[in-house]
């Protein structure tokens, strides 16, 4: 059976049997969901998670639900909400429903907790915390499992102050569920204990408040990380007291740092709006985080549409991906030189603002990141590259200026201005005979032209090629510096 989404109670017959394996069932439209806590900002592994989710609904005509697990209201906040939110939509990881909010659901979870009391499948525990917690320690002192034991499992008792409500879990047999990755996976229920499901302020516990988020929002596959294969069969015992069919369950392998621990700060940036700070573009990290632990042959590179076409569970592999900085970065620059020049400008905008933009031009944004594509791995470090095709004064190098804007350079120069000032069309095409005629009537080489031009236009001696940094600036701003540099080479 399944329950009715809107009131969590209602049995929709599926036509399977009690505590059936999952495999051993068909579903009618795969629903996947992705729950963050909002303790903290989305980070990669769980946005790895969310795209392993979102792919698995796409591909197959699904739906995916995004809901936040935000019960721990000590350590949750809107701030981590809004970041989870704004780092899904950048993504493009778009759902087709939700955000559910489990702080709102609470009278859900009290239904469901009744329901299992009514049908002798949880019971009322007295104990109080310290009396467990001398428990505990007597057992750790014998060698044995710190497990409740069930001093209340069988007295009947009532619901009272300071109680807390626990599932009548098997003494005996085992647990198992068949994981699309990992396998047959089984549980000795002797391991498992009398979980609690509700604690004594009246609040679900975690497992119980998942498990009928699962049920209530139909949801047939969860995806998500292999540090949650421990909790699935505490969940499974919660889905057969209920009786209710399992959905399917698939657990990813970890994602490690270089030092293949457990990734985390110390490794660097792990927060996904971190990334996009630093001048990621979302492809670039989808790709590279759907490689952590999925693969296509030997294929590296994804377009968005390959992804959909060619992702499968069955092709995520049970070993953990180990987190490569420098790769992403390799990624993320082979992403930027593809992009077509349009689709950067909005990303790139914000990144020259920072640089002392105010206000860049879409237009010269655009033809600015085309020259600038094949030298820029990060957004940022186009953003720097690009920065003074926007201001009103160049910003010399000091050492640049005084090596290359010589006096003598100032007769060419000023000829230079002055063929340029009637140039039309302004492109490459027209300004090589220029330049040529320059390079004959003078006797130089273009190096000895180009370099000396390349400081006046840019103050730097590294660029675009010339003629790209002359087109993309235009006729008057190339001019207006040009002769800003005649008067550097008559003051030096």
Known sequence: MRFNRKCGLEPVPLGIGLKMESEDYQVEKIITRFPPSPTGYLHVGGARTALFNWLYARQNGGTFILRLEDTDVARSSAEYVDAILEGMRW??????????????????????????????????CHCQPDELELKRKEALAQGRKPMYDRKCRDLGLESAKGAVVRLRAPVMGETRYHDLI??????????????????????????????????????????????????????????????????????????????????????????????????????????????????????????????????????????????????????????????????????????????????????????????????????????????FYFRDVVDYDENALKKFLKPDLAPLFEALASALEG???????????????????????????????RVSLTGKTVSPGIFEVLEVLGREKTLKRIRAALVRMKDV
């Open 91 to 124: 993504m493009g990881l778009d759902w087709d429903e939700g955000p559910y909010y489990q702080s709102q659901r609470t009278e859900l979870y009290v239904d469901h907790i009744r329901r299992l009391l009514d049908r002798g499948e949880a019971y009322y």
């Open 182 to 387: 990992k396998g047959s996976i089984s549980f000795d229920n002797t391991e498992l204990d009398d979980l609690i499901l509700q604690r004594s302020d009246g609040t679900p516990t975690y497992h119980l408040a998942v498990v009928v988020d699962d049920i209530t929002m139909n949801v047939t596959h969860v995806i998500r990380g292999d540090d949650h294969v421990n909790n699935t069969p505490r969940q499974i015992l919660i889905y057969n007291a209920l009786a209710v069919p399992l959905p399917r369950y698939a657990h990813v392998p970890m994602i490690l740092g270089p030092d293949k621990t457990r990734l985390s700060k110390r490794h660097g940036a792990t927060s996904v709006l971190a990334y996009r700070d630093m001048g990621y573009l979302p492809g670039a990290l989808l790709n590279y985080l759907v490689r952590l632990g999925w693969s296509y042959g030997d294929q590296e590179i994804f377009s968005l549409n390959e992804l959909l076409e060619k992702f499968s569970l069955e092709n995520v592999g049970t070993s953990a991906g180990v987190f490569n900085p420098e790769k992403l970065l390799w990624l993320n620059s082979h992403y930027i030189k593809e992009s077509d020049p349009a689709e950067l400008v909005e990303p790139l905008i914000p990144f020259l603002k920072r640089a002392g933009v105010e206000e860049p031009d879409r237009e010269v944004t655009a033809a600015a990141a085309a020259t600038l594509q094949t030298r820029s791995k990060t957004l940022e470090e186009m953003a720097e590259g690009a920065a």
């Open 423 to 453: 140039l039309e069309p302004w492109d490459e095409v027209h300004m090589q005979p220029i330049f040529e005629q320059l390079m004959e009537r003078y006797e130089v080489k273009f190096g000895r032209i180009a370099q000396p031009l």
